[in-house]
């Protein structure tokens, strides 16, 4: 938790609370089910939270602002993202079923009212639009980009935010020339600058 208060420092009791819980949660869950690295458990915090928090360092989303988490895995971005924005909603969306029991699990435990959850792949969503859609690493940015496009609102022309914001390693070159998009991009570790995020990145594609 001190590396989340190394450069976080703005908030609530109650979101300190639920923040400090998370260790406890996933120790908990990730016995059951095995929902990050056995070796990755002991750097939750650095490796998978503070991580996710690398998105509300250079975006901000306004009240009421609806954001899909792609492929959310064991609930991250959103998790983290959720307890930092109270007044945003996130759908937390996931393939696998047993990934989306975990976010469940750990939602309701925390007692966030603004996270839903739905176990399907993105391209089934027929009903839900969002603003924003965030991701961690789980597809090509092509991909990633072609299936956000299905859920995203549409911007008003003279509008230029984010319409995906994904966490990204490595060299991205050849990932971003095969997308056929111009994303902007932050390396996390000018905002954090610890060793684990030498080569990440936070890249930002307009809608």
């Known amino acids: 938790m001190e590396i989340v208060l190394k450069y976080f ?14 260790s406890g949660l996933y120790q908990e869950w990730n016995e059951k089910i095995n929902v990050i690295s056995r070796k990755d458990i002991d750097s939750l915090y650095e490796k998978h939270i503070l991580h996710s928090l690398s998105i509300a360092a250079v975006a901000d989303f306004p009240d009421g602002m609806q954001v899909l988490d792609l492929g959310t895995g064991g609930g991250f971005p959103g ?20 990934k989306i029991k975990v ?42 980009w072609r299936w956000s496009k299905l859920v995203l609102k549409k911007a008003p022309a003279h509008e230029q935010q984010p319409g ?44």
């Open 9 to 22: 420092s703005d908030f609530t009791d109650t979101q300190l609370a639920q923040f400090q819980a998370l």
């Open 79 to 98: 998790i983290p993202l959720a307890i930092f924005f109270p007044e945003v909603k996130f759908h937390l969306v996931d393939s696998i079923g047993k």
């Open 103 to 144: 976010v469940q699990g750990v939602s309701e435990a925390l007692g966030l009212k603004n996270v839903t959850y739905q176990h399907s792949r993105v391209e089934d969503i027929k009903d839900k639009k969002f603003d924003i859609v965030v991701s961690r690493a789980v597809a090509p940015l092509k991909d990633l």
């Open 164 to 207: 995906l914001i994904c966490l990204k390693g490595g060299d991205l070159t050849e990932e971003i020339a095969e997308s056929g998009v111009r994303p902007r991009m932050t390396n996390i570790y000018k905002l954090f600058p610890e060793d684990f995020f030498l080569e990440k990145h936070i890249v930002l594609v307009n809608k």
